[in-house]
């Protein structure tokens, strides 16, 4: 439905009011003699905020060009604008607000009307899987989209899946602290600090011992070239499943490697390293990194740099992201510095971040009675897991 509410100079003033926000319209007094030609709404784009999706294009046409001249309310929401032509907007939508029948408007300074479209559908930004599954030691998301994950009040592996819910997949008696998948679909999980990586096949039941590490490890993660990087308190070590790679590299040894993760020919490390939080080893060959080089100073991080990180992954387009203990659970790695994701609306004490098939991240928190694992909005896809893409 397309709609116009038409207003007296002093109505535009007050409609501004829809979003319970001081937008910053200053032109009060005098009225107006000469008002902008009347903006109209046509259409959305997309025609649902859905999939994880995050930023939308509203269509029509008689909208400022310049961007801080255009007001965009959700109900009563006001969102960020990007930026604006005479024939589209484009917004962020509001991340802590969600309806199936939201009403858009928007205000364009000088005009005299607010075109209000809707009914439009938002899915929540933010959504605890399943209610609440509970604290985890580590998860993963599939190709499909399910989560199997490792719970910590009975050590069972469970797969929750949109439709079915919570299903007992496998067990696994001793704390995992990394999982990942294998090419032909096997889950593989990390038991933490110790020398063994464990599967379990596409059909479930108990772990199994897959292949031995030359030494003890809590995290790794899969090159392109299918050679496993693991990390923990024994530095880094790079290793084939069938034994004939078994490198102990001697990077790390003095500091906890937290967190591994492999991006565009480069081993990610974080550590608790007093100056560094997170190191890079270039991918030389499949036997070799090169020596670790500093990627993300604590002095580059402003007051967030006394945080530990527990995990980490990357955007498909190469921004990093980090899980950390603390209030402002995911943060995102900008040029420009480090900065909270959806700061206020995110609730802390994230352990783990798992990236989905598409717009959607997922991060696993032990705060108590609200542990579980959460699906956050992303507005972009993920980079690459190789044993599951």
Not at 199 to 215: C, H, M, N, S, V
Request: hydrophobic share 35%; proline share 5%.
């Amino acid at each position: 439905m397309n709609k116009k509410v038409l207003l007296s100079v002093f109505g535009a003033v007050f409609a501004l009011v829809c979003c319970e926000y001081d937008l910053g319209y200053k032109e009060i007094w005098p009225p107006q003699e000469d008002f902008a030609p009347d903006p109209v709404i046509t259409k959305i784009v997309p025609d649902s905020a859905s999939g994880g999706v995050v930023t939308l294009k509203i269509i029509g046409r008689n909208f400022d060009p310049n961007p801080s001249l255009n007001y965009v309310c959700f109900d009563n929401v006001v969102c960020e604008v990007l930026e604006s032509s005479d024939t589209s907007i484009t917004v962020n939508r509001p991340i802590g607000y969600y309806s199936d029948s939201t009403e858009v408007k928007v205000v364009v300074s000088k005009a005299k009307t607010i075109p209000e479209f809707g009914p439009y559908k938002m899915e929540p930004g933010v959504v605890n899987i399943g209610g609440g599954l509970g604290e985890v030691y580590s998860f993963a998301v599939s190709r499909g989209e399910d989560i199997y994950y490792h719970k910590v009040s009975d050590k069972k592996v469970y797969r929750y899946r949109t439709g079915e819910g919570e299903v007992e997949f496998g067990s696994m008696d001793k704390k995992s602290s990394c999982m990942r998948f294998h090419p032909s679909g096997k889950l593989l999980i990390q038991r933490s600090n110790y020398k063994y990586v464990y599967y379990i096949d596409t059909t479930g039941g108990e772990a199994q011992k897959f292949f031995r590490l030359p030494d003890r490890a809590s995290y790794f993660d899969i090159g392109e070239n299918g050679i496993y990087y693991f990390g923990g308190t024994k530095g880094l070590l790079v290793v084939s499943e069938d034994g004939s790679i078994k490198l102990e590299t001697g990077y790390y040894v003095d500091d906890e490697v937290t967190a591994v993760r492999v991006f565009d020919d480069y081993v990610y490390v974080a550590t608790n390293n007093d100056t560094v939080v997170v190191f890079r080893n270039e991918i030389i060959r499949e036997d070799s990194v090169s020596a670790p080089e500093p990627y993300l100073y604590r002095a580059n991080m402003g007051k967030l740099s006394d945080v530990v990180v527990n995990d980490m992954t990357f955007s498909e387009d190469g921004v990093l992201f980090l899980v950390v203990d603390g209030d402002f659970p995911i943060l995102v790695v900008k040029e420009e510095g480090v900065e909270p994701l959806y700061e206020g609306i995110l609730e802390g004490d994230a352990i783990r971040i798992f990236w989905g098939n598409g717009m959607y991240l997922y991060y696993a928190r032990s705060a108590g009675e609200d542990s579980g694992i959460y699906r956050v909005i992303a507005g972009r896809e993920g980079a690459p897991y190789y044993g599951r893409d």
